[in-house]
């Protein structure tokens, strides 16, 4: 129903920034809300943050507050994650989720990108 394509990963030192991108198609994809998910090897896969459809409602994991931010461009079929002050346990494999809820956890959601690499050097 959704597609994602996510870009942006890469690798950055500690303290450094990362934008990642991701490009939505589909005829419902306005209205679904965005998020979301990291996961670090060896572990499951974590909830980041959330936007809803209009991007009236944003909801991020205590971990990322501060520093990470979401937003959403509809015209342009687009959520991006600016994330600023960079850790290295914020290392991992990102992917872009659409769903009608901002839910937090990863059942809510039913359409997925296929995750862009983050690596935070120390």
């Known amino acids: 129903q959704v597609q994602l394509v996510e870009s942006g990963g890469g690798l950055v030192q500690a303290g450094g920034s990362l934008r990642l991108s991701c490009a939505a198609s589909?005829?419902?994809?306005?209205?679904?809300?965005m998020a979301w998910f990291r996961q670090a090897p060896g572990k499951e896969r974590e909830f980041v943050v959330s936007i809803s459809w209009n991007g009236a409602n944003t909801y991020y994991t205590d971990s990322v507050k501060g520093r990470f931010t979401i937003s959403r461009d509809n015209a342009k079929n687009t959520v991006y994650l600016q994330m600023n002050s960079l850790k290295p346990e914020d290392t991992g494999v990102y992917y872009c989720?659409?769903?009608?809820?901002?839910?937090?956890?990863?059942?809510?959601?039913?359409?997925w990108g296929q995750g862009t690499q983050v690596t935070v050097s120390s």
């Open positions: 989720a659409a769903g009608s809820r901002g839910m937090s956890y990863s059942a809510a959601y039913d359409s």
């Open positions: 589909g005829r419902t994809s306005r209205s679904y809300a």
